[in-house]
């Protein structure tokens, strides 16, 4: 803790006899405002309209969406990262939620040939290669099989890829967008590997399945058998009802940790086999280049990495100086998050933020600090820590290893240069 933190520190007792003074504990008052001769509020004392007349019945609505006043809420793609929206990508709101669970209408999307549909009734799910008796199960099929239900956070391995060689995008939603965090209920595909038998495949060491998906991509890709036995998770359900459509309904694979390109949706096969296939998706695409041009191979762990979501410059600061809540999230491919430090400064004094709830392993972990903004321009960073010991590197440090020219892993510590009207804008401080 630095002596900026005490100064820094939030003031209830200001905050709450600012608010007593106005006599409206609901107007926003901040700390230091003098306190206002108490005008009649109208949204007090009128009838409002919406209690002159009755609301909507219960049907009105027999599947609910998000009431028109946050219609802003939603996921939006950047036209000219991609050429079409068919191969392309979205991204999460993330600067407007709040908790850790994204719903899953803004829940970003990556397709590489379109979101397709595919009726539960036509769905397959092939197991073949190094098992004892290959198989072929139907959704029906998965139903019986004894379920899971896990917390984890998908990240796809671009998220932040454009902010290598500079500041770009601005808005955390576009900067730190390509994440989605869920609870899935689903079998373990280790479950659906041992009904299969394993003995086919002999000594695990250097075996891999090949999971592929029913889409004209197939998004084919290659995952060591023993991650395979591991935690990953043969999904149907996401924040307990069915997937939606674009994140692989009716079924997709949950590889926790790991890059968002091994998580194949509309999941059609896995194949044991004795190496992995160099599919597109692992060699020309997901690797990562290195500071001498070199290529690293690989690399499926996602890195500790965090981003404050608000204040930030689709989130201004937009009630002036006193009690500020700073927020974002956390997470960790390699565990779960220890930790969380924010600086104000540019990355020269940290404080300590205060987890929203213990973090658990490979899932988003919310921060926040509660602090008292004197009004002058902050240079907002967040780190953050995970159970390895790891800790989220600047964006120098991160350079030095992977050079300019990467574009996928980039977890380094982002900045929001937030101004005195409030305002934020993306800038680079490495
Ligand atoms: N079958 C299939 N699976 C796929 C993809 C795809 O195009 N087809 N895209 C992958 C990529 S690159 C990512 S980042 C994640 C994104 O999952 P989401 O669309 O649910 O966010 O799905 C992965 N699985
Ligand atoms: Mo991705």
Redesign the pocket.
Known sequence: MSDKADDFAPSRRRFLAGAAATGVGAAAVGAGQAAQAATPDPLITEVQDWASGLGDGVDATPYGLPIQFEQDVVRRNVEWLTADTISS?NFTPIHALDGTITPQGC???????GAIELRKEDYRLMINGLVDTPLVFSYADLERFPRENRVYF?????NSGMEWAGAQLNGAQFTHG?I?NMEYSGVSLRTLLEEAGLAAAGDFKDKWVYAE???A???GRSIPLEKALDDVLVAFKANGEALRK???YPV?LVVPGW?????????RRIEVMDGPVESR?ETSKYTDTMEDGSARKWTWEMDAKSVVTSPSPQAPITHGKGPLVITGLAWSGRGAITGVDVSIDGGKTWTQARLGAPGTDKALTRFYLDTNWDGSEMLLQSRARDSSGYVQPTKAELREVRGLNSIYHNNAIQTWWVKADGEAENVEVS
């Open positions: 990508i829940a970003f999307e990556r397709h590489h040939s998908c990240e796809c391995a671009a390509m989605h998906g029913a889409d991509s197939s998004n674009e994140h692989g997709r890059e968002g390109n091994m998580w194949v949706k509309w999941l998706e």
